[in-house]
């Protein structure tokens, strides 16, 4: 198929990509095992790393995100996959706040910035 719409974000704090538990693909490659990681917040646990299978558009190249899987409740609210600066940084993204839009040149998509209600009302 031709996989499922999901919200996501760009995380520009965080090394590594995240995905909510309540995506993940049970089917899905594992590539890694949770580790102990100390920030702001204190010590924590992030969680196992999955491949994820990703389109940014309808029927474009599919990339492989090493994602970690973090708990629903620590995600932002809408959001089921965050895009860490690794990532950011392997498809040359750019945040265009003044044109509203996000730039992947590696991959050579240009998508519109919207707001997460406006995503999440198009893609329910």
Partial sequence: GKGTPTTTGVDTYAE????????????????????????????????????????????????????????????????????????QKKLRMKVDLDDERIELRTLEVVASLEPIEVLNNRIN
Avoid: C, H
């Fill in 16 to 87: 590594y990509s995240a995905i909510a538990e309540s995506s993940v693909n049970k089917q899905w490659q594992k590539s890694g095992q949770s580790k102990g990681i100390t920030g702001v917040g204190g010590e924590s646990k992030i969680g196992d790393v999955v491949l994820v299978p990703v389109r940014f558009r309808y029927e474009g190249e599919k990339v492989m995100v090493k994602a970690r899987i973090r708990p629903d409740e620590q995600m932002p609210s809408g959001v089921k996959l965050l895009i860490g600066t690794q990532l």
